[in-house]
């Protein structure tokens, strides 16, 4: 099965900003989308944001209210990767982030975590002065 594994997670004082990058090992994320959820301690794990797959139509993207603004998903696709660019960073961003991939996808349910058909292990990122 896909292997998926993210890193960018770590330390960072309020206004400060992260990158998380989600790739796997053994195939490209080209032909998947791709979503970041996270999960705060004692919460469940909510969605933060989607990225459409290559596949040749225009590029979409979702964020959830709270990080519209502040964070940017991206793709590279020469290196087969998504990105989570995170700026102005709060103690609420404080969770461990996962990133999720689903091959068969248009968006519309991106938010159901039964969608996606593989995960990562996730990355911390805590927030805090």
């Known amino acids: 099965q896909l292997q998926l594994v993210e890193s960018g997670g770590g330390l960072v004082q309020p206004g400060g900003s992260l990158r998380l990058t989600c790739k796997t090992s053994?195939?490209?994320?080209?032909?998947?989308?791709i979503a970041w959820f996270r999960q705060a301690p004692g919460r469940a794990r909510e969605g933060v944001s989607w990225?459409?797959?290559?596949?040749?139509?225009?590029?979409?993207?979702y964020y959830v209210d709270s990080v519209k603004g502040r964070f940017t998903i991206s793709r590279d696709n020469a290196k087969g990767t998504v990105y989570l660019q995170m700026n102005n960073m709060t103690p609420d961003d404080t969770a461990v982030y996962y990133c999720?991939?689903?091959?068969?996808?248009?968006?519309?349910?991106?938010?159901?975590?039964?969608?996606?058909?593989?995960w990562g292990q996730g990355t911390q990122v805590t927030v805090s002065s």
């Open positions: 990225i459409s797959s290559s596949d040749g139509s225009d590029e979409k993207t």
């Open positions: 999720a991939a689903d091959l068969f996808a248009d968006g519309d349910k991106w938010l159901d975590q039964t969608e996606y058909d593989y």
């Open positions: 053994q195939y490209t994320l080209d032909y998947y989308a």
